[in-house]
C-alpha cells in the first residue's frame, strides 16, 4: 500500500510541476557582457537540457529564395515579411560550416523573416553572428488560437560576436511559425543552426493529462510508454498480492 501511495504523490508533484510550469528563455554569446553569463556551447546544452527530443534544421540542401520562399530539409520554410529586408542563402563559415541564412538591413529598421513549420513546435533557438549590439526579437503564433507573444532580447555589446537565443514555452504553447527580428546597426546578420522540439515539460504534462488539445502534438517515445506500462504491471501485481 506504501508504494502505491509514494506513486500517486509523485505523480501528483509532476502535474503541479507542468502545469506551473513558465516560458523558460535562454542566452549565450562569445563575448560576455550586457547581462549575458553563458558562452553560446553553454546556452545551448541548457536549452537542450530541458527537451525531450529536437531537431537541428541547418541550411544545407536548402532551396529557394528569400521572396518565395527558402525550404530546408527539415521542410520548413524561411521567407521575408516584406518590410524591404531581406533573406537569402549565404555561403558564410561564420557559425561553422556554410551554408547559412545571410540578412541584409537595406534601410529598414530590423532584418526580420518568417520561419513556417512543418508541425507546430514547443520550443526553438538559432544562432546569430554579427549583430553590432543589436536587439534580437522573436514573435510566436500559437498554432492552436493564433495568438502572438513576442519576445525582446538585448545582444552583446561590440561587433563581430556569435550569439545563441533559445525560448522553451510552457507546456501547452506550440507555435506554427516564428518572426525573427535583429536590429543590427551594420545591417548585415548571419543566421543558422535553427533548431526545434518538444520541451520535456510539455511531454511530462501530456503524460499525465493526454486530453489535452496541445497534445495531439506530443509523441510520448516507447521507453517512456513502457515505463508506464510496466507501473501499472507493478500496481497490479502489488494488488493481487495485498488481496491475497
Known amino acids: 500500500m506504501r508504494l502505491i501511495k509514494y506513486l500517486i504523490a509523485a505523480i501528483a508533484i509532476s502535474g503541479s510541476t507542468a502545469s506551473n510550469a513558465a516560458i523558460i528563455t535562454v542566452q549565450g554569446s562569445n563575448v560576455l557582457n550586457n547581462g549575458v553569463t553563458m558562452s553560446v556551447t553553454e546556452a545551448r546544452s541548457a536549452w537542450e537540457a530541458l527537451l525531450f527530443s529536437h531537431t537541428l534544421d541547418t541550411i544545407i540542401g536548402a532551396t529557394g529564395t528569400g521572396a518565395n520562399g527558402i525550404t530546408t530539409t527539415a521542410g520548413n520554410v524561411y521567407k521575408n ?21 545571410g540578412g541584409s538591413r537595406n534601410g529598414a529598421s530590423r532584418i526580420s523573416f518568417d520561419v513556417f513549420f512543418t508541425s507546430p513546435v514547443n520550443a526553438v533557438a538559432f544562432d546569430v553572428y554579427d549583430n553590432d549590439g543589436g536587439g534580437m526579437q522573436l ?36 507555435v506554427s511559425s516564428l518572426r525573427v527580428g535583429g536590429t543590427d546597426p551594420g545591417g548585415v546578420t548571419t543566421w543558422d543552426n535553427f533548431s526545434f522540439g518538444i520541451g520535456q515539460q510539455a511531454v511530462d504534462s501530456c503524460t499525465l493529462n493526454p486530453n489535452q488539445p496541445q497534445c495531439t502534438n506530443v509523441s510520448v517515445s516507447e521507453p517512456v510508454s513502457l515505463a508506464l506500462f510496466g507501473f501499472g504491471l507493478a500496481g497490479l501485481a502489488l494488488r493481487r498480492r495485498i488481496k491475497k
Open 81 to 101: 515579411i516584406g518590410n524591404g529586408s531581406s533573406i537569402s542563402i549565404s555561403n558564410s563559415s561564420a557559425l561553422g560550416s556554410g551554408p547559412a541564412i
Open 139 to 174: 514573435i510566436l503564433t500559437d498554432a492552436n488560437t493564433g495568438l502572438e507573444t513576442l519576445f525582446d532580447f538585448n545582444s552583446t555589446l561590440g561587433s563581430g560576436h556569435s550569439e545563441f537565443f533559445g525560448v522553451v514555452f510552457d507546456p501547452t504553447t506550440f
